[in-house]
């Protein structure tokens, strides 16, 4: 045991004693180490002295080399546009006419050079190449105004008038087969203002009026040239500004040809020139909103003006009673294209456009109810002494008649003139109240003329005549259902109270020669009325003189053909008026006489020349009372 615990720590002290050598081996090299590593820290302090001075100079030749390359930079950019300015002289001292493109990229070089010799201080040189190409600049824009006024005016031709009627397709109308009207279901095909190869070069040249500044004389070109050749292609269509006092003077046949040639204008212009217009604008100027609505605006308002001018003059003009039908002829077109210009002239630069157009159909309207005005005074006013001899119809009555007529076939426009509306009672104003205040001026007219005849008869058959004549026109027409049926019926109510009275007056002396009165001293009893029949007459008295007798006959005689022979030449021309008035007449005096014929006739018979007394029979009076009113029998 203790030799073994003896070698262990031997072994113990033999590795304590290799450790000790180990750790002073390593405390020895590391000592030589830090040694080296300073001897070599000394020798690097020394070699980066040594170089510190050539790093200087390295660094000093690469900052100049930079500055070189920059500076050579600078020099070839400055060259490059110096060069580019040389090159551009040439092009801009030559017509832009002779390639317009090449001459529009020189622009663009030009105005790259502008921006560079603006942007870097050059000194003098670059002060004297800016001048130049501010120079050539002035003259490239003076020059594209000169090739853009040139292209438009070369390309801007009117438009004929067969190429415009090609492009608008109508369809014959029943109102007005001589003027065709536009279908509004056809597709229009615009006509070409400009041949199509040159409007790409109109619009590049605008488009480079906005770099170079000189925009305002291209729109002034523009407005200018297109505005004259329209303007001439309105006037090949024979549209001049004209005056009221112009179209006073023309003749009634011509006036209304010419009408009819300006409705015919006015669409041709608003459907296809004045859009065809627009599009050009849009095309040239294209993306420039402002721009294209001030020069479409500029280009059309002379035009349009000239246009409407005419429609102003006519509004203007003296007023006549037929010239209604006019006025709302050319209402019904205008307001029939109102939406058309609104659209067509669309834009707050338009505005003056649209209010042009809007105010034509405005005064059209005034103008139209103006018209009708006048004439319901000019009735009242008419001369009461302009009176037929024969108690006829009046030619004031038969031309209202057909005035309302032929009124109702623009019932439509005459309610929004008059703006016709149902008021609480449920009476109607507006147009019913027109129609109603013409019937009433005729009636008063007619109720004054009345008065002038001195036939009192004869002045009721004048009324009866034309208040018949008022309610056939009313009852045939669509104003029967304005005006109403219980106006009719009070109308045909008053025909048939002048009819009466017409008997009363007309024939009341001859019945009178029929009464019993007077011829006897014992009558029976004598129901007489002078409008109305003659009663039973009683029995013959003793006391009755025969000459009394023969004096009653031949005044009945009398009065009878006094009466026929006058009233053969009065005339009632409605056949069923005047067949109804002959048999109510026969109905009061036949059986009258017939009843005075049974009565005293015996007394009369048998004496000597009787026939002279009792010249006519029943039958030969109903035959006599059928040659009543038969001047204007129709055929």
């Known amino acids: 045991m203790e030799r073994a615990a003896a070698a262990e720590a031997a072994l113990l002290r033999e590795k304590a004693s290799l450790l000790r050598e180990s750790m002073r ?43 070189v390359a920059r500076s050579l930079r600078a020099v070839e950019a400055v060259v490059r546009h110096l060069d580019a300015v040389r090159e551009a002289e040439s092009v801009i001292l030559e017509s832009a006419s002779k390639g317009v493109t090449a001459y529009l990229d020189t622009v663009d070089n030009l105005k790259s050079a502008e921006d560079f010799f603006t942007s870097n201080r050059i000194g003098t040189a670059g002060v004297d190449a800016l001048k130049r190409v501010d120079e050539l ?37 029943a109102k007005d087969s001589a003027e065709s009207q536009p279908n509004p279901g056809a597709v229009l095909s615009l006509p070409t203002l400009i041949d199509p190869r040159y409007v790409p070069r109109l619009s590049k040249l605008a488009q480079k009026s906005v770099q170079l500044g000189c925009h305002k004389q291209f729109v002034k070109i523009y407005r200018d040239t297109r505005s004259s050749t329209l303007e001439l292609t309105l006037k090949q269509l024979g549209v001049e500004y004209v005056t009221a006092e112009e179209v006073q003077t023309a003749q009634a046949e011509s006036r209304d040809a010419k009408i009819a040639h300006w409705i015919r204008c006015l669409q041709i212009a608003v459907k296809l020139l004045f859009p065809s217009e627009r599009a050009l604008c849009d095309q040239i100027f294209e993306g420039k909103h402002a721009w294209k609505d001030h020069c479409f605006a500029a280009a059309t308002s002379k035009s349009l003006l000239n246009l409407l001018s005419f429609g102003q003059a006519i509004s203007k003009s003296k007023t006549a009673p037929d010239k209604v039908f006019l006025l709302l002829d050319m209402f019904d077109r205008t307001l029939e294209l109102q939406s058309e210009v609104e659209a067509v002239f669309a834009g707050d630069e338009c505005a003056e456009n649209r209010k042009s157009a809007s105010t034509l159909v405005k005064c059209l309207a005034q103008a139209a109810k103006k018209t009708l005005i006048d004439f ?28 309302i007529k032929y009124l109702m076939d623009y019932q439509s426009s005459l309610k929004l003139i008059f703006q016709e509306s149902s008021n609480g009672d449920g ?7 027109e129609i109603s205040g013409l019937i009433h001026a005729v009636e008063t007219n007619l109720d004054v003329k009345a008065k002038q005849y001195k036939d009192h008869a004869l002045g009721i058959l004048f009324l009866m005549n034309n208040i018949n004549y008022i309610v056939r026109s009313i009852r045939g027409s669509e104003a029967k259902d304005l005006v109403g049926d219980d106006w009719i019926q009070r109308r045909r109510r008053t025909v048939q109270q002048h009819a009466t009275q017409y008997k009363r007056v007309a024939w009341g002396k001859v019945l009178e020669c029929l009464s019993a009165q007077g011829l006897t001293s014992s009558v029976g009893s004598a129901t007489e009325g002078i409008a109305g029949s003659v009663g039973s007459i009683g029995s013959h008295s003793g006391t009755t003189s025969t000459s009394v007798i023969k004096a009653r006959f031949k005044s009945f005689n009398k009065q009878f053909e006094e009466v026929c022979q006058t009233q ?18 026969a109905e009061i005096l036949l059986p009258a006489y017939r009843s005075f014929l049974k009565r005293f006739g015996p007394l009369v018979e048998n004496s000597h020349h009787a026939s002279k007394y009792m010249k006519y029979t029943p039958e030969a009076l109903e035959q006599t009372l059928g040659n009543l009113f038969a001047k204007k029998l129709p055929q």
């Open 376 to 403: 319901k005074d000019s009735i009242v006013k008419e001369s009461p002494k302009n009176t037929s001899t024969d108690g006829d119809v009046h030619p004031l009555t038969s031309y209202v008649g057909n005035y």
């Open 568 to 585: 053969m030449n009065w005339a009632i021309p409605d056949k069923e008026l005047r067949d109804n008035l002959i048999l109510a007449v």
């Open 137 to 173: 600049l002035h003259k490239a824009a003076a020059e594209l105004e000169n090739e853009f006024s040139r292209v438009l005016s070369e390309c801007s031709k009117p438009v004929e008038l067969e190429q415009l009627l090609k492009c608008l397709p109508s369809r014959s109308s």
């Open 25 to 67: 081996r390593s405390e020895a090299v590391r000592e030589g180490s830090a040694a080296a590593v300073d001897s070599i820290g000394r020798r690097m302090a020394a070699v980066d002295e040594a170089v510190r001075p050539a790093q200087a100079r390295t660094w000093s030749a690469y900052s100049a080399h930079d500055n």
């Open 427 to 433: 009476t109607k104003s507006g147009l019913v109240s």
